[in-house]
């Protein structure tokens, strides 16, 4: 049986390099045969109303909660461009916590908050291993950086 994960990390940054990123989480998840559906938020930001109105948040908020809700796992990527935690992803993962499996990515090597590390289940740096976790088994793997 295959689970659906949801796919959390920031994708504002000015030289695509956390876009880049997110496609290559999503690309390797894709591979996994333990996944069937990936929800990618950045992927998601049509709505009705103009885009970065008050509407439009509400309507692109609840569609990710929705969307956490339906997850069988959130993977989030731990991977900043300039300024520490995307709060997007921080809230995700907060969300998620005893709720869901959580897989925390981290291609880049810098200290995890103790809350985070604390939140998650598995920790991987390579996209490599994405496309190859258990899913089905939520498989457990300790992180093995530096905490700040």
């Excluded at 200290?111 to 088994?137: C, K, R, W």
Aim: charge should be negative.
């Amino acid at each position: 049986m295959t689970k659906n994960i949801y796919l959390a990390g920031p994708f504002f940054d000015e030289k695509n390099e956390q876009r880049n990123r997110a496609q290559k989480a999503f690309d390797a998840l894709s591979k996994n045969p333990t996944v069937g559906d990936i929800y990618l938020p950045m992927n998601n930001q049509e709505a009705d109303a103009p885009e970065l109105s008050l509407a439009w948040s509400k309507e692109v908020y609840q569609r990710d909660i929705n969307a956490m809700e339906n997850a069988d796992a959130i993977v989030a990527i731990h991977d900043f461009e300039g300024h520490g935690m995307d709060e997007g992803t921080a809230f995700e993962i907060g969300w998620a916590i005893d709720k869901k499996y959580i897989v925390l990515f981290q291609e880049n090597k810098f200290p995890v908050n103790v809350m985070i590390l604390q939140g998650a289940n598995y920790f991987t740096d390579s996209f490599e291993e994405l496309s190859t976790i258990d899913f089905d088994n939520e498989e457990q793997k300790p992180y093995s950086g530096e905490i700040i």
